[in-house]
């Protein structure tokens, strides 16, 4: 794939997708470094679900941290993995009281030392809360770069890398969503829709003439 094939796949995109960002529901950086955190194997329409009746009564490291484990739980337990999750999101409400004066960092090192927070959820944070032109790479966004040829690689590290290094500098700070919402919806896991792609003409995903 070419550097102009690229270029045009995001301007495509971009028209297709005119505003891309997360849907996870938030009302700060707090709340969205919370809402990834339980979004690990989990849909963003089930972690909004939880999050709209926790973040009603706990949008703050202090006010999370009150309700205790038990009391944590009983707002996300319909998420998978979430006793887990649930003491992960605690411990990272301590650690940014003390170490952050209860506001989440905009610098990896210390996002990554939050627990529950890797690289992927660090990447989310600074590109969608931040701004910081970085691409997080989901199953959605590693399944892409393989299918289409866009960043091929054969772990998320990988693929990430070559996402940063191809994509148009131009896209770089939108293209995480771009490609997310396009995964999601149009280049589908199971039976991608090439039929009314925007880029079906661009992709070199060998088995599209069989999906038209």
Do not use: W
Not at 24 to 42: D, G, P, R, W, Y
Not at 59 to 78: M, Q
Request: charge should be positive; charged fraction near 20%; hydrophobic fraction near 40%.
């Amino acid at each position: 794939m070419n550097a102009q094939q690229r270029i045009e796949i995001f301007k495509r995109l971009s028209v297709a997708i005119p505003n891309p960002t997360t849907e996870l529901k938030h009302n700060s950086t707090f709340e969205l470094l919370i809402a990834v955190i339980l979004s690990a194997q989990a849909t963003d329409k089930g972690v909004n679900i939880a999050t709209d009746k926790l973040f009603a009564v706990a949008n703050t490291p202090e006010a999370i941290l009150a309700l205790g484990l038990a009391g944590l739980e009983s707002y996300i337990k319909s998420i998978g993995l979430y006793h887990s999750k649930a003491k992960n999101v605690l411990a990272t409400c301590q650690q940014l009281i003390n170490l952050h004066q209860s506001q989440v960092p905009n610098n990896r090192a210390a996002l990554e030392a939050l627990p529950g927070v890797g690289r992927k959820t660090a990447n989310v944070i600074l590109n969608t809360a931040f701004g910081e032109p970085t691409i997080a790479v989901d199953t959605h966004l590693f399944r892409l770069g393989n299918r289409i040829n866009l960043a091929a690689g054969k772990t998320v590290l990988e693929v990430e890398k070559k996402y940063l290094k191809t994509i148009p500098k131009a896209y770089l700070k939108d293209a995480h969503h771009l490609l997310i919402l396009h995964g999601r919806y149009t280049c589908t896991a199971r039976k991608p829709k090439c039929g009314t792609c925007c880029i079906v003409d661009l992709c070199e995903y060998k088995a599209k003439e069989y999906s038209i």
